[in-house]
Structure formats: structure tokens, C-alpha cells
């Protein structure tokens, strides 16, 4: 079932608002055994520029950059291409790709898109729906490490101190 590119609008907005809560402390939680919490922001941005610069390819009729090696060697090198980033930078890279993959949303029905090197390929809306679903786990992978950490202040998280609530402009209880 097709989510489609609202979804994907999304979660890029609720990735980029979430790194940018996040303090220096809670960037290097450890997220995954190999990543921390900035490096999954990294490698995010790597394959969403690499989904905008292959539909980009596609729609103009030119041939494809598409990632080689072994998935685990590829997320890798994706990690490792952005380490200099930091999170400023990064957001703007997913917002910019973000808003060349809506660019091509255009792309002729039966448009098929590579996505690594030896993997089959997607439709469009195939695309996006596997990129909405990689966003939206590492999203929650995030913030379940970061507020399972002991260690950190999530204050930072939530605005609100305990108890309050914000005004919605609805009458009743909240």
C-alpha cells in the first residue's frame, strides 16, 4: 500500500525537527552497536540524496549513479561520506533532496528507479514508500535511544516542564 510523497514530506520534517532539538550529548548516544544518533542522521541524508540525484537522473533520460557493494559495505561508505557534516549541514542536504525527489514526482508511470547496484528496482511510489518506512524506523530508533539514555538531559525534548500543557486554543481538557 502506497503512502505516498505527503508521507515522505513528513517524516523528513519530523527528522529535521527532531536533530534539531537534540543537543552535542545526545548526538553521540549510540543508536545502533556502529552508529550514534548524528550518524543516522548521516546516513539518512546519503541515501535520500542518492533516491533525489537517481530520479533526478531518470527524469532527464540520463543514466544513473546508483550505489555499488554489499548493503552493510554501502551504509558504511554513507556514514563515512558525511562524517565532516554536522547537523545544521545536514538538514539542509535532506530538505534540498527532499525537494528534488517532490520534483520528480512527475516521473512517467512505469518510470522504474535503481536503488543499489544488484537490488531490484522501484516505481516511484515503491520508492517512496521504502524510504518513508527506513526514515521513519531510524526516526524512532532515535528517539527511543535518546530518551532511554539515563545519562542526557531530555528536557530539551520537551519544551514543557512536567505537568504543563500547551495552549491549543481548544476549550476543554487537553
Not at 16 to 38: H, M, N, S, T
Not at 50 to 69: E, H, L, N, T, W
Not at 75 to 80: G, L, P, T, Y
Request: glycine share 10%.
Amino acid at each position: 500500500m502506497a503512502v505516498g510523497p505527503e508521507r515522505l514530506a513528513w517524516e523528513v520534517g519530523e527528522l529535521a525537527c527532531l536533530f534539531k532539538l537534540l543537543g552535542e550529548d545526545q548526538l553521540r548516544i549510540r543508536v545502533y552497536p556502529e552508529w550514534d544518533a548524528l550518524d543516522v542522521l548521516r546516513h539518512v541524508v546519503w541515501w535520500h540524496e542518492s533516491f533525489a540525484a537517481i530520479a533526478k537522473a531518470a527524469a532527464g533520460g540520463d543514466k544513473p549513479v546508483v550505489p555499488r557493494g554489499a548493503l552493510h559495505e554501502v551504509n558504511a561508505q554513507s556514514v563515512a561520506d558525511l562524517k565532516q557534516a554536522g547537523v545544521t549541514a545536514l538538514i539542509r542536504r535532506l530538505n534540498a533532496a527532499q525537494r528534488q525527489v517532490e520534483a520528480c514526482a512527475a516521473l512517467p508511470a512505469g518510470t522504474m528507479l535503481d536503488y543499489r547496484r544488484g537490488s531490484r528496482r522501484y516505481s516511484y511510489p515503491e520508492r517512496i514508500d521504502v524510504s518513508v518506512g527506513e526514515m521513519g524506523e531510524h526516526r524512532r530508533d532515535v528517539l527511543k535511544a535518546v530518551l532511554s539514555d539515563r545519562s542526557g538531559d531530555v528536557a530539551s525534548l520537551c519544551p514543557l516542564g512536567p505537568g504543563q500543557r500547551r495552549d491549543t486554543g481548544r476549550a476543554g481538557p487537553h
